[in-house]
Nanobody, 125 residues
Framework: VQLQASGGGFVHPGASLRLSCVAS????????MAWFRQAPGKQREFVAF????????DYADSVKGRFTISRDNAKNTIYLQMNSLKPEDTAVYYC???????????????????WGQGTQVTVSS
């Protein structure tokens, strides 16, 4: 599967953005999918997860209540709706997919086989 992330940009604190990750080659229902982010000088960190069933999601504590991961099967796309953005949300955001991930590994980047190219999100006043 090939992943193409988009939707990043420059916004002020408190604003919203919606990231998209379009999958091609295979349908998203075949994969557990996630969003990770990486700020300059920092390791890639887990942001949000959605199981291939689409019924189970999970979030990093730092984004709970502000970010929502969702999936549109018809468009073969996952989304990350980001509200109440903070400067510390500034990073390159990556979507990732894996077909055989076990649930306990969902927050670990090393367990994902497929990655999008990343989209920059900058939150600044």
């Amino acid at each position: 599967v090939q992943l193409q992330a988009s939707g990043g940009g420059f916004v002020h604190p408190g604003a919203s953005l919606r990231l998209s990750c379009v999958a091609s080659g295979r349908t998203v229902t075949n994969y557990h999918m996630a969003w990770f982010r990486q700020a300059p000088g920092k390791q890639r960190e887990f942001v949000a997860f959605i199981r291939k069933s689409g019924y189970i999601t999970d979030y990093a504590d730092s984004v709970k209540g502000r970010f929502t991961i969702s999936r549109d099967n018809a468009k073969n796309t996952i989304y990350l709706q980001m509200n109440s953005l903070k400067p510390e949300d500034t990073a390159v955001y990556y979507c990732a997919a894996d077909g055989t991930l076990i649930h306990s590994s969902r927050a670990q980047a090393i367990h994902y086989d497929y990655w999008g190219q990343g989209t920059q999100v900058t939150v600044s006043s």
